[in-house]
């Protein structure tokens, strides 16, 4: 049984460093794509639990601050979901080509999104639970509002 584990250690062991020498630094258009989404369902994710949380419709209020910090590291994730060469022109995404213009306000808005989740997550240390209410309005509105009427396609 040992030897099995040892035999498995070493498998997966092998199976990262491929990964790890196969995988190019740089994914394409479409993989960054699919890696956004992806932050994004995450975010949808978190935010969907905290409101069941809050309704009393299931989960633990004491879980709430751990959303709250699993949304500022998504936040900080989503800094570096938005490359050139993920638009329209790499594949099926619903983000608008004016993230990528300047002057459009685009990165304000995601520069924001950060600050809003840090203060949702500051709001989670504290047992003030009208605080985070208002932390979490503030951030859906002001950040994923804001963002998904201004730079994301009404429909796929
Ligand atoms: C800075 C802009 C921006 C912010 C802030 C933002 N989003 Fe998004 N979101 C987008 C864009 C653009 C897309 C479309 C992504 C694509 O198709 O490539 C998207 C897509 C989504 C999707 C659909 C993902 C899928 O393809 O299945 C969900 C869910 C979502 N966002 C939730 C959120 C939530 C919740 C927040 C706030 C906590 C948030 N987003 C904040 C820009 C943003």
Redesign the pocket.
């Known amino acids: 049984m040992n030897r099995l584990l040892t035999y498995m250690s070493i498998f997966f062991a092998a199976l990262i460093l491929m990964g790890a020498t196969i995988t190019p630094s740089h994914a394409d258009g479409a993989g960054e ?1 699919k890696n ?2 992806l932050v ?2 995450a ?2 994710a978190h ?1 969907g639990a905290m409101g069941n949380i809050l309704k009393g419709q299931g989960g633990n209020s004491g879980h709430l601050t751990l959303h709250a910090s699993a ?1 500022a590291n998504l936040a900080t994730l ?1 800094q570096d979901a ?1 490359p050139a060469g993920s638009g329209p022109e790499a594949g099926k ?4 080509a004016n ?1 990528w213009e300047s002057g459009s306000g ?1 990165q304000k ?2 520069a924001n ?1 950060k600050v809003n ?1 840090d203060a949702l997550a500051k709001a989670g240390q504290s047992d003030d639970k009208a605080a985070f209410g208002k932390a979490m309005g503030n ?2 509105k002001d ?2 509002g ?3 009427k201004d ?3 009404k429909e796929k």
Do not use: D, E
């Not at 995404?93 to 608008?96: D, F, G, I, K, V």
């Open positions: 794509i956004r989404q994004m369902k975010l949808g935010m949304i989503a938005f995404t619903r983000a608008l993230i685009f808005v995601l999104f989740a951030l859906g950040s994923c804001t963002c998904h730079y994301r396609m």
